[in-house]
């Protein structure tokens, strides 16, 4: 079975650094808040070209901290998209803010910003803008919208790990940027791990009392924070991991660049391509089918696992289903959540497992 991911296939050298990471941790007898977070803050921060960075529990609290750090809470509305993980929402939530979603553009499955425009009230405070399956897009109108609007811009880059657009990594565009480290995401932890990524000197200090109850100095707190510490065993592994990152996503656009050429099937709709090569760094490779049922079952039974990025968009799981919307609807999220259906795309697969998807995909004839 070609799997949707495959970490027992990951090379040996980096399983032996990994090992000797922690080896290095249980020995140095520090475990939270220590010299390898601080060091791994630092090699992250200058990978995403920004001054600071602040290691947190995960990546919906990365979202959570960012907001909380701007003072985007109670009363406050965040415009996002519904084609997301529900980690997105939830972390706007937690905040105390209110979410608002807008719908997305079918052929990329990002956020769209003449939807975004819609959904302005005079509570519009921030968008928090995913950069969805590893692309980065559309910057430039981004931030001009937001400018012009006195709207705070923080990216949830949660799958677009170093994705660059002209010149600019994912995160170094808005107020803040959050990463997450989940196992399966490009650069992820044996465990959970997540990482607010900012310029703004004063924001990542906030954010560093927030993660640690709001503690200033040792027992001063001056405001109510959480408990979102990234540990040392982890950051020690992810300092390891972050050396093959690079490796990593080349081969994951190579995997996508075989796909994008060689899936030549009238039943299949590919999205559109990256405005340029280093603008994603494919999380995930999607194509959308309208017999997207019956291609799932045809690629499980030539041994090719796939995964739905996202079957239930947000306004349609139970919680949610008052959530304020784009007064047009989100028709196009709703479309693209029954048609859209995700290859496998990690850096283990060989030359053959690409070939032996794309003869899957090829192969299906629908009813
Ligand atoms: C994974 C993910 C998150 C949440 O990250 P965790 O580390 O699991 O909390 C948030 N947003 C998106 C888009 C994600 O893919």
Redesign the pocket.
């Known amino acids: 079975m070609i799997l949707m991911n495959d970490f027992k296939a990951e090379p040996p050298e980096l399983r032996e650094a990994m090992q000797g990471a922690v080896r290095r941790v249980l020995e140095s007898g520090w475990y939270v808040l220590g010299n390898e977070v601080a060091a791994f803050e630092k090699q992250w921060a200058s990978a995403c070209g920004v001054a600071h960075a602040v290691g947190v529990g995960?990546?919906?609290?990365?979202?959570e901290i960012a907001l909380r750090a701007l003072d985007i809470g109670s009363g406050d509305e965040v415009i996002t998209t519904p084609m997301?993980?529900f980690?997105?929402v939830l972390?706007i939530i937690r905040a105390g803010a209110t979410p608002v979603l807008a719908d997305i553009d079918p052929q990329t499955a990002l956020l769209s910003v003449e939807s975004a425009e819609r959904c302005i009230t005079p509570r519009t405070r921030a968008v928090v803008l995913?950069?969805?399956y590893g692309q980065v897009r559309n910057m430039d109108a981004w931030t001009a919208w937001c400018g012009k609007r006195g709207i705070t811009l923080v990216e949830?880059c949660?799958?677009a790990h170093l994705a660059t657009w002209h010149g600019k990594v994912a995160g170094s565009f808005g107020a803040a940027g959050?990463y997450?480290?989940?196992p399966?995401?490009n650069l992820g932890a044996p465990g959970?791990?997540?990482m607010l990524v900012s310029d703004a000197g004063a924001l990542a200090q906030r954010a560093g009392r927030l993660r640690n109850y709001g503690q200033s100095v040792r027992y001063q707190h001056p405001e109510l924070g959480m408990n979102s510490r990234l540990d040392e065993i982890q950051a020690a592994m992810l300092s390891e991991r972050l050396k093959w990152l690079p490796e990593f996503t080349k081969r994951r656009r190579e995997i996508a660049d075989a796909y994008h050429a060689r899936i030549k099937n009238p039943l299949v709709r590919q999205l559109a391509p990256p405005e340029q090569p280093s603008a994603h760094v494919y999380?995930l490779y999607v194509i959308a089918c309208e017999q997207r049922d019956q291609l799932q079952a045809h690629l499980q039974q030539h041994q090719v696992q796939s995964l739905i990025h996202y079957p239930v968009p947000i306004h349609k799981q139970e919680p949610c289903s008052d959530i304020a919307r784009d007064p047009h609807g989100l028709s196009n999220s709703e479309r693209h959540a029954a048609i859209c259906l995700s290859l496998p795309c990690h850096p283990q697969m060989s030359d053959n497992d690409i070939a032996l998807v794309i003869a899957a995909v090829n192969s299906f004839q629908g009813d």
């Not at 995960?58 to 979202?63: E, F, K, L, R, V």
């Open positions: 995960n990546g919906m609290d990365a979202i997301t993980a980690a997105t972390a995913v950069h969805l949830d949660a799958q959050a997450s480290f989940y399966t995401k959970d791990a997540g999380h």
